[in-house]
Antibody, heavy 120, light 111 residues
Framework: EVQLVQSGAEVKKAGESLKISCKGS????????IAWVRQMPGKGLQWMGI????????RYSPSFQGQVTISADTSINTAYLQWSSLKASDTAMYYC?????????????WGQGTLVTVSS | QSVLTQPPSVSGAPGQRVTISCTGS?????????VHWYQRLPGTAPKLLIY???NRPSGVPDRFSGSKSGTSASLAITGLQAEDEADYYC???????????FGGGTKVTVL
């Protein structure tokens, strides 16, 4: 069974850096895109960006370009989402999700989510 | 404001049929991009419910069905059950934004 397992909840202060992870298993990690999706408290889902681990070439939503960095390490089947300087407005649940194919514009498996809380 | 527009909430009694609309535009649905639907039960991650307009992944009950026409789409739940109480999101790809886009979500309440 395809699984995406995310790192645990984080509590940070504004201005700190953070890197959260998403580990894939039971499939060929390098060959499937991994997306990151934000859900702010009481709000809907927002697509942040996506990476193809096989070439580590990320694409970003215009809303998140320059605000976060998406990367992947195929040697350990793990994708990452990182911030260099957190803001209180980054407080949210973050999900990783797998895109099942180059011509499939949906997400078939999701991580359990990582709650990030940033205090000012 | 979300690129795809959904009603904030719908409700129905057990056994009833409810529908959730999702309105897009010429740069997503109108550009021939499909609609996909996700169910997010309280406290859990989103789960793929319908892909490519009207296809159910293995394990999704046939009470759930989807459709798309022009720049609009909808999700129907027939024989509503208490366990269907959740948030539902539509999703597509937008060619003018070059981005995957979601609706704002619809909360389904079982009365």
């Amino acid at each position: 069974e395809v699984q995406l397992v995310q790192s645990g909840a984080e509590v940070k202060k504004a201005g700190e850096s953070l890197k959260i992870s998403c580990k894939g298993s039971a499939y060929s990690f390098s060959n499937y895109w991994i997306a990151w999706v934000r859900q702010m408290p009481g709000k809907g889902l927002q697509w942040m960006g996506i990476i193809y681990p096989g070439d580590s070439n990320p694409r970003y939503s215009p809303s998140f370009q320059g605000q976060v960095t998406i990367s992947a390490d195929t040697s350990i089947n793990t994708a990452y989402l990182q911030w260099s300087s957190l803001k209180a407005s980054d407080t949210a649940m973050y999900y990783c999700a797998r895109r099942p194919g180059d011509y499939s514009n949906w997400f078939d498996s999701w991580g359990q989510g990582t709650l990030v809380t940033v205090s000012s | 404001q979300s690129v795809l527009t959904q009603p904030p909430s719908v409700s129905g009694a057990p056994g009833q049929r409810v529908t959730i609309s999702c309105t897009g535009s010429s740069s997503n649905f109108g550009a021939n991009y499909d609609v996909h639907w996700y169910q997010r039960l309280p406290g859990t991650a989103p789960k793929l419910l319908i892909y490519s307009n009207n296809n159910r992944p293995s394990g999704v009950p046939d009470r759930f069905s989807g459709s798309k026409s022009g720049t609009s789409a909808s999700l129907a739940i027939t024989g509503l059950q208490a366990e269907d109480e959740a948030d539902y999101y539509c999703q597509s790809y937008d060619t003018s934004l070059s981005a995957w886009v979601f609706g704002g979500g619809t909360k389904v309440t079982v009365l």
